[in-house]
């Protein structure tokens, strides 16, 4: 269902106007107001869903396949070698817009766009803890 006062659903229904790249009956892509790169492009649902925990699974081939198709274009559109797709779940995550999407982010060699950073489990227990205490929430 459309929320009044969200930005993506407004943009969604065509009450907020959007620089369009994609459309089909269930998503639509358009570029992101404040790029990372240029061609920097967002993907989204039509219909409302706040994050991945409320999406419906039955929305992933739409999304799968727009991401492939907006991706491959947004690199031959930027000369971009490749990109990355992000998706943030929460404001701890740097969720800013509460209507689910998937940023497209058109990469090249060298571009500067950071990594994160990545530690170690102090050792192979600790590893195999953190694994079975996530394993025992999918089993309920
Ligand atoms: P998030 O941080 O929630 O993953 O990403 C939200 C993205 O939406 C940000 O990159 C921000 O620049 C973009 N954004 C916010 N408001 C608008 C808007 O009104 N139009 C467009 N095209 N992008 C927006
Ligand atoms: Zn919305």
Redesign the pocket.
């Known amino acids: 269902m459309a929320e009044e006062k969200c ?2 659903c407004l ?1 969604a229904s065509g009450d ?1 106007p ?2 369009k790249v994609y459309e089909d009956e269930e998503v639509l892509a ?7 790169r240029p061609g ?1 492009t ?1 993907v989204i649902p039509k219909a409302h869903y706040r994050d991945m925990l409320e999406a419906p699974v039955s929305l992933a081939p739409a999304v799968f396949s727009a991401l492939r198709k907006v991706g491959a274009a947004v690199m031959k559109a930027t000369g971009a070698t490749g990109f990355n797709i ?3 779940n929460g404001l701890s ?6 209507h689910i ?1 998937w ?1 497209i982010i058109p990469r090249v060699e060298g571009d500067g766009l950071g990594v994160w950073e990545q530690g170690k489990y102090p050792d192979a227990e600790t590893m195999q803890n953190v694994a079975a205490r996530v394993a025992s929430y999918l089993e309920k």
């Open positions: 930005i993506f943009i907020i959007c620089a358009f570029l992101d107001l404040s790029p990372v920097h967002l992000m998706q943030n995550a740097g969720q800013t817009m509460f999407h940023h």
